[in-house]
């Protein structure tokens, strides 16, 4: 079992960033790749970005592309997401996610484990 726990949301005006932290534990961290994810009220789940186990490889989904950055500690068993020049459209519940294996994948199915969530929410 791995136990992940997001932290860093809160309200935010357009054009602000902030930055979420998971924190993981459990399983050795450095085994998982990691994903971030979020909803919307009234919406589905929406695939954010990814990170693989060591770091070295990213992938983001086209609508945080160039604003949103993950980086992951593995000596600290965290996985960041930096976002900057905020939108309205960015407001949403995130969670990070973690899953086994190499793949890189927005799929969420392919994640094993989730957190709870933290709410971020942008105003105009």
């Known amino acids: 079992q791995v136990q992940l726990v997001e932290s860093g949301g809160g309200l935010v005006q357009a054009g602000g960033s902030l930055r979420l932290s998971c924190a993981a534990s459990?399983?050795?961290?450095?085994?998982?790749?990691m994903g971030w994810f979020r909803q919307a009220p009234g919406k589905g789940r929406e695939f954010v970005c990814h990170i693989n186990r060591s770091g070295g490889s990213t992938y983001y989904a086209d609508s945080v592309k160039g604003r949103f950055t993950v980086s992951r500690d593995n000596a600290k068993n965290t996985v960041y997401l930096q976002m900057n020049s905020l939108k309205p459209e960015d407001t949403a519940v995130y969670s990070c996610a973690a899953k086994a294996g190499v793949t890189i994948t927005g799929n969420e199915r392919a994640y094993a484990y989730w957190g709870s969530g933290t709410q971020v929410t942008v105003s105009s």
């Open positions: 459990g399983r050795t961290f450095s085994n998982y790749a």
